[in-house]
């Protein structure tokens, strides 16, 4: 790409932000122009102009629903510490909301670069991170947007960088990713960090996982089509719930990778390597969620036969970063273990998009109950900042 325009890069944006009133696509497509212009002449490593960084990050941002101010501070964000403008002036012409983020990324922005690879310096990493996240949570969100961009362009880097930036990857920006409940993000960061880290690993993995993709998936296919057509046929199921989706997936790399390393398992050994997700719809959330999660996994119970003590209850007790799902490993006719998971489309927004879930855009948070979520995740990470001494003993209790 050796020239862009203005205009271009905002065709290809304006459509991943139109849940925002129109005047706040005016405000952003006049961050935009800013933005190009304090870029303006600047290249990444790959060679593209240096602006296809903040506009991906933006786009990132969007697909978690963000608000205005954060899409502002993601196409703002390097261009305190790249270019000539001031925070000053990101006040004047954005606002003190946007300010706040773009200095408190630009400061967390410095940390990995301060630090040796010292266990102990990559902990302070953290946890310094998670401090600027009580000041405004959406500054370590458009971190983890701006890390993930730089991970898919990594390619573009010398292999000792490649490196050192997977290594801080899997050590500080995954397990931020994972307690703050942002498993989709936390995943491609992981796989991707996997890549670079360990090549021949993941190249063999790959291969093997290809060389049988299309047998495993016309196993999860028709499991799928079985399970929805059980769960169409009840009617208990059906007065509860407005509808529901299925969908299939085979467990991510690194996932499978850690846990053939951690386990000593071969790959035949891994029970979750194949899942359904079922997000049903309730009628009500608050009477029915938990309710139609449990009747649904007895319905899958009815069709196939659950492998003991593969049962996870995480609506009974969620996990800390707030994921609540319930989990079922079964055999299907075919001798394939099965895992199934359950959740309502409430907590399946909350388990991929975790804490940005809260922030997806509003007219305004007016429901109590949202508001105090948001309080409580605050609340939660000043608690944790105060019982650990030491940065490992925090690390430690958050990855």
Known sequence: MSEVRVETLWQQLEPKVGYLRPEERDRLKAALAFAFEAHR?????????????????????????MDLETLEAGLLHDTVEDTAVTFEEIERRFGPGVRRIVEG???VSK??????????????NLRQMFIAMT???RIVIVKLADRLHNMRTLEFMPPEKQKRISQETLEIFAPLA???????????????????????????????????????????????????????????LRAGIRGFEISGRTKHLY?????????????????????????????????????????TLGLVHQLWQPIPGRIKDYLAIPKPNGYQSLHTTVITEEG?????????????RQAEYGIA???????????????????????????????????????????
């Open 255 to 295: 996932s499978i990778w850690r846990k053939m390393q951690r386990e000593q398992k071969s790959l035949e050994q891994i029970y979750d390597l194949l899942a359904l997700r079922v997000v049903l719809e309730p009628k009500d959330e608050e009477k029915l969620g938990k309710q139609v999660c449990y009747h």
């Open 357 to 399: 879930a809260h922030w997806l855009y509003k007219e305004g948070i007016t429901d109590p109950r949202e508001v105090e979520r948001r309080v409580s995740w605050m609340r939660a990470i000043q608690e944790w900042q105060a019982e650990f001494s030491s940065s490992r003993d925090f690390v430690e209790a958050i990855a």
């Open 41 to 65: 002449g600047q290249k990444r490593k790959s060679g593209d102009p240096y602006i296809t960084h903040p506009v991906a990050v933006t786009e990132i941002l969007a697909g978690l629903g």
């Open 105 to 107: 990324e630009t400061k």
């Open 111 to 124: 940390l990995p670069k301060m630090a040796e690879k010292l266990e102990d310096e990559q902990a302070e």
């Open 135 to 137: 000041e405004d949570v």
């Open 178 to 236: 994972h307690r703050l409940g942002m498993g989709q993000l936390k995943t491609e960061l992981e796989d991707l960090a996997f890549r670079y880290l360990h090549p021949a690993e993941y190249r063999a993995l790959k291969k093997r996982l290809e060389a049988h993709r299309a047998i495993r998936a016309e196993v999860i296919e028709r499991a799928r089509k079985r399970l929805e057509a059980h769960l169409r046929r009840d009617p208990i």
């Open 336 to 348: 394939t273990p099965l895992e199934i998971q359950i959740r309502t489309l409430e907590m399946h």
